[in-house]
């Protein structure tokens, strides 16, 4: 027995495993990911212990917002009108109004959101008779490296999916139990349009799996093994541009730390290299006067107010 052979055989052995792997968690994503008993009904019906959680808050935590929340809202208007200009006491009892009867709806809307969203989803789901025995059609060849190159991509992409699937459940939850709070803040003056994004994207959460299990449905189409890596991808990550709120989100957060990161690089410099260090070398080169740099440097406004 060469040490070929033996090479091969472990690289068999591996993609052996890595294939075993991706039924399995094939499996626990369409059970737990997928299902709609999972992804809607539970939060649709209820878990009976959830639901105490959530009385005890709706009796006993957000009543004390409330009275908070009213606080704040006479404190702002107060402001309002002695610092900028008159606020309407009619439209703040209409803000308080509208809050507290969306306080009170709160958990029947979100459910009316989810309710609307699982006939679109099961409309999709029933079309194909068993997703638990989706097979991956794999790579065909002699090469095994190659093979668990494509093996570990199929189980990356599937982790991916069911994160993400676990990810929005657990978003879910936390949005039934703070759409209260948030619709207790809703009579705090300026904060109308933050609410309704609120509310939009639990709205977005609660439709997200309905184009997942639209994409999916095409990987037992093809016969691919690219298109279906592609496909599992696609699926856990094309939904985020249909939820553009969501996707807003996540795009100012990039768009911040990017920005951050950027101007940190331009304030310390790069390879010691800065506005501050560049400008002394101009002068001590000669480039810049060294009694006009501060003031006659090109597009700068000097003392009296000429502009170089």
């Given at each position: ?9 472990i ?30 009904i ?48 009619a ?26 969203s ?29 093979s ?92 985020l ?60 406004i ?7």
């Open positions: 027995m060469t040490y070929t052979s033996i090479f091969n055989g690289l068999e052995a591996i993609t052996n495993l890595a294939r075993s792997s991706i039924i399995f968690l094939w499996h626990l994503m369409v059970n737990y990911g997928l299902n709609p008993e999972y992804s809607y539970q939060f649709i019906h209820g878990n009976s212990s959830f639901i105490a959680f959530y009385r005890y808050l709706f009796n006993n935590v957000y009543s004390d917002i409330i009275l908070i929340a009213i606080t704040v809202s006479a404190i702002i208007m107060l402001a309002y009108n002695s610092l900028i200009k008159p606020y309407s006491p439209k703040l009892l209409i803000k308080i109004f509208a809050s507290i009867v969306l306080f009170e709806s709160s958990y029947r809307i979100s459910m009316f959101f989810m309710s609307i699982l006939v679109f989803y099961n409309n999709i789901y029933t079309l194909k008779p068993n997703w638990y025995g989706l097979e991956f059609s794999g790579i065909s060849g002699a090469n095994s490296f190659i668990i190159l494509f093996t570990g991509t199929f189980i990356l992409a599937i982790v991916l999916l069911f994160g993400i699937l676990i990810i929005r459940q657990a978003l879910i939850l936390f949005f039934i139990l703070f759409m209260p709070v948030a619709s207790i803040l809703l009579m705090v003056p300026g904060s109308e349009k933050q609410i309704l994004k609120l509310y939009r994207i639990f709205f977005e959460l609660a439709f997200f799996p309905f184009f997942t299990i639209i994409i999916l449905y095409l990987i037992g189409i093809f016969n691919n093994p690219f298109l279906e890596i592609g496909l599992i991808y696609v699926a856990a990550t094309a939904p541009f249909f939820v553009t709120e969501i996707y807003r989100y996540f795009q100012g957060s990039m768009n911040f730390l990017t920005t951050d990161a950027a101007m940190t690089e331009i304030s310390t410099g790069i390879g010691g290299l800065n506005p501050t260090s560049l400008l002394n070398g101009g002068v001590e080169l000669g480039i810049i006067e060294s009694n006009t740099s501060k003031n006659l440097i090109p597009g700068i000097d003392e009296a107010g000429g502009l170089h």
